[in-house]
């Protein structure tokens, strides 16, 4: 696990862990995250489907697919360490937010929100009147009818 080519940005690690996931190429997959990946998800128990396509627990069944709609890098030096944002959507009720944390082209720690709205809060950068201090925001469709709560990720 993790023997990542370390020329690659740690956009491009996240970009071919979900190519390889679409792929079902279980081998590239383990080849990029780090053997003791340290994973937190926050939403309903039924989309828990990172993990079980992680762990091999969907094998044979109906998988969940993640096509990422936007996917950004944000703290950190790339290739060195730092962070990966992807968000999605599939149908209507789904909607989910990664973030992956990596550290010389491995991901080590992995956050997944579902039906989330997530703001990312970089905490090396100095606050100040003048500035924004989100580094990403979740741009979940939100039905007039249906709310989601929100959450701040501090890396």
Not at 44 to 67: D, I, K, V, W, Y
Not at 93 to 110: E, P
Request: net charge neutral; charged share 20%.
């Amino acid at each position: 696990m993790g023997k990542h080519a370390p020329c690659k940005s740690n956009r491009d690690v996240v970009e071919s862990l979900y190519a390889s996931l679409a792929r079902g190429d279980a081998a590239a997959v383990t080849a990029l995250l780090a053997a003791d990946v340290d994973w937190w998800f926050h939403g309903p128990r039924r989309c828990q489907h990172m993990r079980r396509l992680l762990t091999g627990e969907s094998a044979g069944a109906a998988a969940f697919r993640f096509a990422p709609a936007r996917v950004a890098e944000v703290g950190g030096v790339s290739g060195e360490g730092g962070w990966v944002v992807a968000e999605g959507w599939a149908g209507e009720h789904d909607y989910w937010v990664h973030a992956w944390c990596l550290r010389d082209g491995v991901i080590t720690s992995f956050r997944e929100y579902f039906n989330t709205s997530v703001t990312v809060r970089e905490l090396s950068l100095p606050a100040t009147k003048d500035m924004v201090w989100a580094v990403w925001e979740s741009q979940s469709p939100s039905p007039k009818a249906r709310s989601m709560p929100g959450l701040v990720l501090a890396i």
